[in-house]
């Protein structure tokens, strides 16, 4: 089965494919995950007096931290049993002569695509959580627990030592009508590490209205001979992501993208990958998304392998039982490169 994952065709994930790529690199072949952070600054090489025998200064390398950490444990299954196989399917007919060996490969493929979703939604919602707060705290299910926190253990990484730093606040919001939308976002962009090659903004979904409404924005885009940006919607290949354009703003020029998108989170909670009152400036590939080695027994051999992949499946069957579960594992653990290369601030 592992086979048939790798062939399959994965669902878009914007903040992970944009902003966490996994590169052959980060998947680890132990059940801990290596997180590096190289944070050098801008320092100029210093001057030494030629002709006297003066050594080469020494710059040092204190800004290169690295540590193992053990990521999340995502473990998710489908049921499957004798009694659902026996019953008429959606989209069946009265008249089917449809089989229940054929109705479970059916169910197969539909279960196989729906766990593969599932998974890659919690990477998505973790990706979100990283950007919104600076951490990612995931309720764990103790046996069966499902939907009641009273029953799960919370595990929280974060990748600051004491408060979150990357929280802009300011005392206008955008409704109020003397907020200076402009000028939150340029003072919001500009006090980013200026070494990154682009930068994007991402807009929470209540944010839009008041962004392409604002007089400042309207009139700096309709000014002749000043050129800042351009705001022109396209579709992208993200559902409810919406590309606005770009546009210069004080000297940083921001890729504007649209978030909107709904989620259930692993706890049964409705609520969105992207704070709808917020906006988040970051850069692509700020930074990755890591996944430790899933080991599990197989029932073919009844012997354990290690698989060093994203998504991990296993079927289990129960033969006095007649029911049949597919499972499927991941590992990951989102982290940024550099703790402060990206902004975030609420903005309603």
């Avoid at 801990?32 to 600054?41: A, H, M, T």
């Avoid at 489908?78 to 002569?97: H, P």
């Avoid at 606040?169 to 003072?187: M, N, P, R, T």
């Avoid at 200026?194 to 008041?210: K, P, Q, R």
Wanted: glycine residues 6%.
């Amino acid at each position: 089965m592992i086979e048939v994952v790798k062939k399959m065709e994965l669902p878009a994930m914007f903040l992970r494919d944009r902003y966490f790529p996994t590169a052959p690199k980060d998947i680890f072949k132990t059940k801990k995950v290596y997180i590096e952070r190289l944070d050098e600054g801008h320092r100029c090489a210093p001057f030494v007096i030629p002709l006297d025998g003066s050594n080469a200064v020494v710059m040092n390398r204190e800004a290169y931290e690295g540590e193992e950490l053990y990521p999340a444990f995502i473990h998710a299954a489908r049921e499957m049993s004798l009694a659902t196989l026996v019953k008429k399917g959606i989209g069946e007919t009265l008249f089917d002569e449809v089989t229940p060996e054929e109705r479970e490969r059916r169910y197969l493929s539909e279960d196989m695509a729906y766990l593969t979703a599932a998974v890659m939604r919690s990477w998505e919602w973790m990706c979100g959580q990283l950007l919104n707060n600076g951490c990612i705290e995931c309720y764990c299910c103790m046996g069966d627990a499902i939907d009641d926190k009273s029953r799960m253990v919370k595990v929280r990484f974060q990748f600051y030592e004491d408060s979150f730093d990357n929280a802009a606040v300011y005392s206008k919001k955008w409704s109020d009508a003397d907020a200076d939308v402009y000028g939150q976002i340029a003072e919001t962009a500009n006090s980013i590490d200026t070494s990154y090659e682009s930068l994007d903004l991402v807009l929470g979904g209540n944010l839009v209205h008041y962004f392409v409404a604002n007089p400042t924005i309207l009139k700096l885009l309709d000014t002749r001979n000043l050129n800042i940006g351009r705001l022109d919607p396209v579709a992208t290949n993200y559902r409810r992501i919406g590309n606005l354009g770009s546009i210069n703003f004080d000297g940083i020029q921001l890729n504007i993208f649209t978030d909107s998108r709904g989620v259930t989170d692993p706890t049964g909670t409705n609520g969105h990958y992207i704070d709808q009152n917020s906006f988040v400036i970051a850069p692509p590939n700020l930074g990755a998304m890591k996944f430790g080695t899933i080991t599990q027994m197989e029932e073919e051999d009844r012997d354990y392998h290690s698989y060093p992949r994203e998504l991990v499946p296993r079927r289990i069957t129960n033969i006095s039982s007649s029911e049949r579960n597919l499972e499927m594992s991941s590992a990951p653990l989102p982290h940024p490169y550099d703790w402060s290369g990206w902004r975030t601030c609420k903005a309603l």
